[in-house]
Nanobody, 126 residues
Framework: QLQASGGGSVQAGGSPRLSCIDSERAWSSYVMGWFRQAPGMEREFVAAVRRSSGSTTYTDSVKGRFTISLDNAENTVYLQMNNLKAEDTAVYYC?????????????????????WGQGTQVTVSS
């Protein structure tokens, strides 16, 4: 099971951290990712991290503001979000991919992932 937490109502400019605790099954995945979905919008890629190398990718709108990281000891993937903006408001989902693709594959599509957690709502107010 993937369980995301850390969402809530945040002021613009805030810096919450999302956590996603991972079961043994997903912890053998190749890549962990975060996606988000705003009302009426398609699910959007946010960030991904390759478990073997720790290399990361981000969508352009969050580069320099968000950081994805892994804590293998705690079976947890984090998304540190800084300088939040109103347009970051969405339900955030963590996901695991068991499909190996060599670098430079970006793992930036929902179809790249085959294991999803429940979402956590992040609402940014000005």
């Amino acid at each position: 099971q993937l369980q995301a937490s850390g969402g809530g109502s945040v002021q613009a400019g805030g810096s919450p951290r999302l956590s996603c605790i991972d079961s043994e099954r997903a912890w053998s995945s190749y890549v962990m990712g975060w996606f988000r979905q705003a009302p009426g919008m398609e699910r959007e890629f946010v960030a991904a991290v390759r478990r073997s190398s720790g290399s990361t990718t981000y969508t352009d709108s969050v580069k320099g503001r968000f950081t994805i990281s892994l804590d293998n000891a705690e079976n947890t993937v984090y998304l540190q979000m800084n300088n939040l903006k109103a347009e970051d408001t969405a339900v955030y989902y963590c996901a695991a991919s068991f499909r190996y693709r060599a670098v430079p594959y970006l793992y930036n599509k929902p179809g790249d992932y085959n294991y999803w957690g429940q979402g956590t709502q992040v609402t940014v107010s000005s």
